[in-house]
DNA sequence: GAAAGAAATTAAGCATACTTAAACCTTAAT
DNA sequence: ATTAAGGTTTAAGTATGCTTAATTTCTTTC
C-alpha cells in the first residue's frame, strides 16, 4: 500500500517521541518500507519545507512539518475514540481503521467529530489527543521494563501497533488506568511479575516494552 | 487526484442508472478525466473479471462489477447519513467527503455504522443504501424536466453532485418529501414554474433535471 | 459502397511511491 | 592514519493511474 507523505512527517514525530530519535533505517523499519524510499521521501519534504535535513547527518521535522504532523495524528486518535465509543470497536481492532480514514477526512470533518464526541483528551490506548490549535498534552510515563521491585504504578499509556499485544492484555484484565504493585522483576531477560485485583501476572520484555505507566508509589 | 479502479465500477453503475447507457466518453465526462484513461482501465477490469468489455462496441458491470459497485455506494450513502445526521453538516457538502472516506472504511466498520445509524433506507439526496447483501430499493421516479401543467408531484430524490444546485434548493425551501404542483411549462427552454407552501419558484432545465419526483396526481 | 466524421483505442510519455544494486560518507577500530 | 563496517544516498528500473498525439474502428451520409 502506498503511503503518502503526509504519513513519514507523522511517524517521523512519533518515533522521535517513543525512541528519542530519528533515523532513516529507523523510520523504513517502522514503516515498512526500504531505507532509500525514506531517504528519497526526505528530500523532497526537505524541498516542500517539512523537514530540516542535512546529509548523512540526520534530519528534523520544521516547524511546518511538525503541524502536518500533529494534525494528522489528532484525526488518527479522533477516530479512534470514534470507533471504540460509538461503533464499540474493541481497542486492538481500531489502529488500522484510523490509519486509513486519517487520510479521508478534512480538519472541518474532524472539527465536528471533536465535538460530536465531546472533545475527548485521550485515545483509547491513553494517547493524548492534540487539539484544534495543535496543542498536545505530554504525560510524564515510563515503561514497564524501567520499574524497580516494590513499585506501585498505573497503566496510562499502551502502544497501539500490535494487535496482539492488546488482545493479550484485555485476556488477562489489564486496561487503562489499571494500578499495580512489582512482585519480581528479572534482570536476566527483562521480564517483570506483576500483582493486581489478587492475581499475578507475568509480563515478557516485550510486553513490557509496550506498557507505560505513572508511578504512584 | 487519483481514481481507484473500484471508483470506476461505482460510475459505471450510476451513469447507467441515471442516464441510461455508458459509453467511453460519457465516463470520462462524468469522472473529469480523459477517454483513454477509462478506456485503458476498461481493459484492466475486463482482465479482472469486473466488467464485460466489447472493443468499440461496448462494455458492462458483470455481477462481480455490479457487487463492487454497489458496495462501494453503500458506503458513500451511509458515511453521508452519518455526516447529516449525526455531524449535522448540511446536504450539499456531504457528497465530497463522503467520496473520501467510501474508500477508507472496511465491510466490517460500515456494518457497525450502518447498524449505529438504526439501518436507514435512503441517504440525504433521497438514493436508497444497499443493504449488506447488496439490494437496493429501486424507486420509481422521473425528472422534473418530465412533468406537465398541473402535475402534482412530490420529490424523491435530489442529485448530490452539484453543491450550488443544492444550496439553492435549500434557499428556495425545497426539500425532500416536499410535494408541488406545476404552474406553467415553458418548452421553449424546458424550465418549469412551481408552487407549494404559496410561493410560486421557476425552475431552469438546468435545475429541474436534477429534481426527481413521484407524480401523485 | 465510398468517404467523412465521430468515438474508441493504442502509443508514448509523465508523476509518484516504491524496489534492488551500486556508490558514497561517517565512524570506530587497529 | 588506514581500513573496515554500517548506515545513507544515488542510480536504475517497476507499477499505476494519468496525459496528449496518433491510429483504428464504427457509423452516418450521400
Ligand atoms: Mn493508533
Ligand atoms: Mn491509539
Ligand atoms: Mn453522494
Ligand atoms: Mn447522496
Redesign the pocket.
Known sequence: ?????ED?LKNIYIVKETVGKV????L?EK??????????????LAKSGHIK?I???G?ELTKKGEETAINLIRKHRLWEVFLVQELGYEWNKVHDEAEKLEHSSSDELITKLEEYLSFPEYDPHGHPIPDKQGKIIKQKVIPCTELEVGDIAEIREVSDASQEVLGYLTKVGLRLNVKFSVVEKINFDNSVQIEFENQKIFLSEKLAKNIYVRKSS
Not at 533515523?23 to 529507523?26: A, C, E, L, Q, V
Open positions: 500500500m502506498n503511503t503518502s507523505p513519514y533515523t532513516t533505517s529507523g523504513a514503516m515498512g518500507i526500504t531505507a532509500p524510499a525514506v531517504s528519497d521521501m526526505i528530500s523532497k535535513n546529509p548523512y547527518k534530519f
